[in-house]
């Protein structure tokens, strides 16, 4: 085992994603060790990407022998047993797919799979490695093509009756608003999901002329983006500020129904839209005060993810530490 690591204390941990996927060799101690990403091309089937993936598990224990297991962040539902994916949005041509058995056909020995649900992997990584490795229990919402989230509580997901729970990005803060992908009126995808928040900042800043916006972004502001907003906000943009302020707001107020349901306080922003740091977290702050019940308004944070997609991969390789300690 190479630099004095032993097979118990490294797993190899996978993020797939529709465009990369991204797979790292884990020390249970230590975190990250080595990293590496192929191209998804998610186009050429569920067959391609599978080889992909375990090519990059075998460059890893090609080099360093046994390591206890593979944990992979997927999106897509994931049956209770973590060993099937079902139709994951932007894999085109999965429908039930067994990720253990199809690797076990693919390396030269099987190895222990896990698959979780990619924001459910990144909370764990959070937990264990990240921003949120102060919190014995918070709920992670990540920000990005879409809202995923993921609630740990005592170091663990709470996964729910069936897997499926921590699907922040579906819950409702207005029942007349606008439609979200999953046909959800006012889910708060449908407010900061990257396609809808860049249409409403469209929409706010368009006969903003002042705004910085109307020079990074094409014409009629098509095209923009979180990054610009951000960039904007730094450079002293009063309409990109409001932006980011409007989209805190509605974070705030779903985090604040959490509070209520589940009294737990603590949260944990990741994804490209949490990089716009405190000009969305500060009215988001702001909003969860007045959304909660008074019993309930002591001890509250928000702090920013700033691990990036190393989370994800921390926390599917920590699936298979917790697992195999599980049933020592």
């Not at 949005?89 to 999965?94: H, R």
């Not at 407010?191 to 910085?212: H, I, K, T, V, W």
Request: net charge negative.
């Amino acid at each position: 085992m190479t630099d004095g690591h032993r097979s118990t204390d490294l797993a190899v941990g996978i993020d797939l994603g529709g465009t990369s996927i991204k797979a790292a060799l884990v020390s249970r101690q230590q975190g990250l060790i080595e990293q590496t990403t192929a191209q998804t091309e998610a186009d050429k089937g569920p067959v391609h990407v599978l080889d992909t993936i375990a090519s990059l598990v075998q460059s890893f224990t090609g080099e360093t022998g046994d390591v206890l297991g593979v944990g992979i962040g997927s999106p897509g539902a994931i049956n209770w047993e973590r060993t099937t994916v079902t139709r994951p949005p932007n894999l085109p041509g999965w429908e039930v797919v067994n990720v253990g058995d199809e690797l076990a056909k693919r390396l030269d020995a099987p190895l222990l799979t896990l698959v979780e649900n990619d924001a459910n992997a990144a909370g764990l990584g959070s937990a264990h490695y990240g921003a949120g490795h102060g919190f014995a229990s918070f709920v992670m919402v990540t920000l990005g093509t879409g809202v995923g989230g993921a609630i740990i509580h005592e170091n663990h997901i709470f996964r729910g009756s069936t897997g499926a729970a921590g699907e922040i990005g579906h819950m409702s803060i207005d029942y007349e608003g606008p439609i979200a992908r999953s046909g959800v009126a006012g889910a708060i995808e449908a407010y900061l999901g990257q396609r809808f928040l860049s249409r409403q900042a469209r929409y706010m800043l368009l006969n903003r002329r002042d705004s910085l916006i109307h020079q990074m972004a094409q014409p009629d502001l098509m095209g923009i983006t979180p990054r610009m907003l951000y960039d904007a906000a730094v450079s002293g943009d009063t309409g990109a500020r409001e932006v980011l302020d409007w989209a805190g707001h509605k974070l705030g107020c779903v985090l604040g129904s959490i509070v209520n349901l589940l009294d737990i306080r603590k949260f944990v922003v990741g994804g490209g839209l949490s990089g716009a740091g405190d000009y969305i977290l500060d009215p988001a702050r702001r909003s969860l005060q007045r959304a909660v019940l008074p019993a309930l308004s002591d001890g509250l944070e928000i702090v920013q993810e700033t691990g990036g997609n190393d989370v994800g991969m921390l926390g599917a390789a920590h699936m298979v530490f917790q697992y195999v300690d599980e049933r020592r």
